[in-house]
């Protein structure tokens, strides 16, 4: 059972402890018995010495008394000094053990504070081991209820991958139902072309029956008729136009610092300080979910390729990814030790790659939910993207270098630092795959081929001005344009291919701009927003 070698561990590293305190404490009673020792001997010692010289002093006498009276005199003399000396010794022996009687005193003491602070900590030891029984039972309560919460959260991901494979079926009914629609339609459209044709012949006869009767004979062949028909156009291909127009604005609660549009086009996603990502319908504006998980403020949000998935990277050091049809969340990818500023899919939606302020790039296997790669960079990253054959990551970085990383063994195989004097705060690819656009803290834009790694055009104005770290750049669907935000509350689009500005949009957002996305089906929709939280959709 883990939780006993846990305990017992816990028991044996306790044992130890005691031990070696109880050596400690017995080393120091060691020396303290020994100079007791020592001190008693040396007491015996001096008492035979007081005794011998008695009996030398009764033995003496003796002798004096044998002695004449002038022998006796001398000797009795030289006794008297051989006496006063014995007291001599016998004093400093006696000093000396009423010093050693100090010194025993002041060890007994000692001995006694020592044998006192054996006392608390043998306390200490029983209230130590009270309290393991006591965690002992909590940790068997809590194992008991990670097992249960583990057997309910298999389930609910069994229930999941149900509630998915029934999406998935429905999804596939509905889009078998829509091409069986369309096939209908355009019978239908054939069909009614047919029968224009067919009116259009009869009025003819008609009127040359009619002309016949009023004047007997046949009038010349009429010209030709353009006859109506009906069309489907099965795909909507629009080119890019600048979006002059505001179609709606609405607000959202604190700074909106990421927006972008699905693949299809069809919705598009906010995130930002309310730690929350807010998907809306692209054509109405309507909110249609709203994703929860974040614990705090959200810094990227996009699309897989297939617009089933969206991601948000956040300062909580996290990137979340939920079902953006059924709204739950499908893997929180934990391991950066800083903030997450970007974060995308690849383009077959097996892998996302994620980049922080611990200057690490980490891929994630999203079929198993864990890192399978861990790149080491040299700088904080502030954006990154990847090229369409999921082969090249290129991040821009605090240090004003933008890097391209091979994906598949996390080498770096080119560095671009003189490029931008300021740090770089957006990457994007280009609608061909061949082209990024940074955008910079130095008011410039570039436009860099991945091919030669050479800049190709570069992008400015006297009064656009980078406010953010987070500033966020964007190509229109067909590369024409390139947009972004400035801190004086305006969106500058430039023509990508002479350089020039193109239009200024402005007296819509009063704060700094943080980002912008457009539509990538829609040519003429455009989506802003700024850190007073406001979304403005634009229109032509």
């Known amino acids: 059972n883990p939780m006993d070698s846990k305990v017992a561990l816990w028991k044996n590293i306790v044992y130890s402890q005691l031990k070696q305190q109880t050596l400690l404490l017995s080393e120091a009673f060691t020396g303290v018995i020994q100079q007791n020792n020592e001190?008693?001997?040396?007491?015996?010692?001096?008492?035979?010495?007081?005794?011998?010289?008695?009996?030398?002093?009764?033995?003496?006498?003796?002798?004096?008394?044998?002695?004449?009276?002038?022998?006796?005199?001398?000797?009795?003399?030289?006794?008297?000094?051989?006496?006063?000396?014995?007291?001599?010794?016998?004093?400093?022996?006696?000093?000396?053990?009423?010093?050693?009687?100090?010194?025993?005193?002041?060890?007994?003491e000692f001995i006694a504070n020592l044998e006192k602070k054996y006392d608390e900590l043998n306390n200490a030891n029983t209230l130590l081991e009270e309290r393991a029984a006591e965690m002992e039972d909590v940790f068997y309560k809590k194992d008991c209820d990670v097992a249960l919460l583990?057997?309910?959260?298999?389930?609910?991901?069994?229930?999941?991958?149900?509630?998915?494979?029934?999406?998935?079926?429905?999804?596939?009914?509905?889009?078998?139902?829509?091409?069986?629609?369309?096939d209908k339609v355009i019978k239908h459209a054939e069909q009614m072309n047919e029968m224009n044709e067919?009116?259009?012949?009869?009025?003819?006869?008609?009127?040359?029956?009619?002309?016949f009767q009023k004047g007997g004979s046949v009038p010349a062949a009429a010209p030709e008729v353009e006859r109506p028909t009906i069309s489907i156009d099965r795909s909507i291909t629009m080119g890019s136009q600048i979006p002059n127009n505001v179609k709606r604005t609405f607000r959202n609660k604190g700074e909106v610092n990421a927006i972008?549009?699905?693949?299809?086009?069809?919705?598009?996603?906010?995130?930002?300080a309310d730690r929350v990502v807010r998907i809306y319908e692209s054509y109405s504006g309507a909110v249609k979910s709203q994703l929860m998980g974040s614990e705090r403020t959200i810094m990227c949000v996009k699309f897989s390729a297939d617009s089933e998935l969206c991601l948000a990277a956040s300062t909580d050091n996290a990137t979340r990814i939920w079902s953006a049809s059924m709204g739950r969340v499908r893997h929180s990818l934990l391991g950066h030790l800083g903030k997450v500023y970007s974060a995308v899919f690849t383009y077959d939606n097996q892998k996302a790659i994620t980049g922080s302020h611990d200057r690490t790039i980490k891929v994630w296997d999203l079929q198993k939910g864990y890192c399978t790669r861990t790149?080491?960079?040299?700088?904080?990253?502030?954006?990154?993207?990847?090229?369409?054959?999921?082969?090249?990551?290129?991040?821009?970085?605090?240090?004003?270098?933008?890097?391209?990383?091979?994906?598949?063994?996390?080498?770096?195989?080119?560095?671009?630092?003189?490029?931008?004097?300021?740090?770089?705060?957006?990457?994007?690819?280009?609608?061909?795959?061949?082209?990024?656009?940074?955008?910079?803290?130095?008011?410039?834009?570039?436009?860099?081929?991945?091919?030669?790694?050479?800049?190709?055009?570069?992008?400015?104005?006297?009064?656009?001005?980078?406010?953010?770290?987070?500033?966020?750049?964007?190509?229109?669907?067909?590369?024409?344009?390139?947009?972004?935000?400035?801190?004086?509350?305006?969106?500058?689009?430039?023509?990508?291919?002479?350089g020039a500005l193109s239009t200024r949009l402005k007296k819509i957002h009063n704060t700094?701009?943080?980002?912008?996305?457009?539509?990538?089906?829609?040519?003429?929709?455009?989506?802003s927003c700024d850190r007073s939280g406001n979304v403005v959709i634009w229109t032509d």
């Not at 001997?41 to 003796?62: A, C, G, P, W």
């Not at 057997?151 to 889009?175: M, V």
């Not at 972008?260 to 930002?272: D, Q």
């Not at 770089?424 to 860099?448: A, E, F, Q, W």
């Open 375 to 498: 790149i080491f960079c040299y700088s904080s990253i502030n954006d990154l993207c990847l090229t369409t054959d999921n082969g090249l990551i290129i991040s821009g970085h605090v240090d004003n270098i933008l890097r391209f990383w091979d994906a598949r063994n996390g080498d770096c195989i080119q560095e671009l630092s003189g490029i931008h004097s300021g740090q770089i705060t957006s990457v994007c690819l280009s609608p061909d795959g061949i082209y990024v656009l940074t955008n910079s803290r130095d008011n410039t834009l570039k436009l860099i081929d991945i091919r030669s790694f050479e800049v190709e055009q570069t992008y400015q104005h006297s009064e656009y001005r980078n406010g953010l770290n987070w500033t966020k750049a964007c190509f229109s669907p067909d590369g024409r344009f390139i947009a972004t935000g400035s801190a004086d509350g305006a969106i500058y689009i430039w023509d990508r291919y002479t």
């Open 39 to 108: 001190l008693i001997d040396q007491e015996i010692f001096l008492m035979n010495e007081n005794e011998k010289l008695k009996t030398v002093y009764d033995l003496s006498k003796s002798r004096m008394d044998a002695l004449p009276s002038g022998e006796e005199e001398q000797a009795l003399r030289k006794c008297q000094e051989e006496l006063n000396q014995s007291y001599l010794k016998v004093s400093e022996g006696a000093l000396e053990i009423v010093e050693l009687n100090k010194e025993l005193n002041k060890d007994r």
């Open 198 to 211: 067919m009116m259009m012949e009869l009025q003819a006869c008609r009127e040359e029956l009619e002309n």
């Open 512 to 527: 700094n701009v943080n980002c912008c996305s457009w539509n990538p089906t829609r040519g003429n929709q455009l989506i």
């Open 150 to 182: 583990k057997e309910e959260l298999i389930s609910l991901h069994k229930a999941l991958a149900k509630a998915e494979d029934a999406l998935q079926d429905a999804t596939r009914e509905q889009k078998n139902m829509q091409a069986g629609w369309m």
């Open 260 to 272: 972008c549009f699905s693949p299809n086009g069809n919705l598009f996603a906010t995130g930002g």
